[in-house]
T-cell receptor, first 110, second 108 residues
Framework: DTAVSQTPKYLVTQMGNDKSIKCEQN?????MYWYKQDSKKFLKIMFS???????INETVPNRFSPKSPDKAHLNLHINSLELGDSAVYFC?????????FGEGSRLTVL | KNEVEQSPQNLTAQEGEFITINCSYS?????LHWLQQHPGGGIVSLFM???GKKKHGRLIATINIQEKHSSLHITASHPRDSAVYIC??????????FGQGTRLTINP
């Protein structure tokens, strides 16, 4: 039973489309994150939620909108996709200081 | 200058060698994570430490908060240790800042 699961794992889409990536954790943690890993493999935080409340919102375009319907879920919706949005997006959660990552969702914008 | 600097960026060694990866950071932190990312892409947390030293199997992590420096050591390295190792200091509000990663290749 995967602790942090993301769907879809792969997503190929055209510029201008809107897409969502879903994340669910079954660890009962309060804090969830979205990270972006670019083509150079550099990880950067995008958002952090604590018990459905937005805590961290880095300088991410407002085309990216996170939504947390409950503390076990943190979804990422992206409007008007651009070529530069192509990356691997990781969801993660933390509890007692330990980090748990999802397997990543590779988004390719054509 | 990046907030987190790792060295070396790439490291190739022979099986059995002792490996050291270094991480220096400029931000104030409450803790520091060492992460491992395998070629398949998944990321695993190896350690979270806020002081001193931790050991897990053949892996040892140390941190010196005053010097803002941490090291990850691998003893008796094995080809399955080949991966990218990422240092991630954690500041306020649980915000992680990531190093650029060290790509380790262990040859048999």
């Amino acid at each position: 039973d995967t602790a942090v699961s993301q769907t879809p794992k792969y997503l190929v889409t055209q510029m201008g489309n809107d897409k969502s990536i879903k994340c669910e954790q079954n660890l009962g943690h309060d804090t969830m994150y979205w990270y972006k890993q670019d083509s150079k493999k550099f990880l950067k935080i995008m958002f952090s939620y604590n018990n459905k409340e937005l805590i961290i919102n880095e300088t991410v375009p407002n085309r990216f909108s996170p939504k947390s319907p409950d503390k076990a879920h943190l979804n990422l919706h992206i409007n008007s996709l651009e070529l530069g949005d192509s990356a691997v997006y990781f969801c993660a959660t933390t509890g007692n200081g330990e980090l748990f990552f999802g397997e990543g969702s590779r988004l390719t914008v054509l | 200058k990046n907030e987190v600097e790792q060295s070396p960026q790439n490291l190739t060694a022979q099986e059995g060698e002792f490996i050291t990866i270094n991480c220096s950071y400029s931000v104030g932190i409450s803790a520091l994570h060492w992460l491992q990312q395998h070629p398949g892409g998944g990321i695993v947390s190896l350690f979270m430490l806020s002081s001193g030293k931790k050991k897990h199997g053949r892996l040892i992590a140390t941190i010196n908060i005053q010097e803002k420096h941490s090291s990850l050591h691998i003893t008796a390295s094995h080809p399955r240790d080949s991966a990218v190792y990422i240092c991630a200091p954690t500041g306020g509000a649980q915000k992680l800042v990531f190093g650029q990663g060290t790509r380790l290749t262990i040859n048999p």
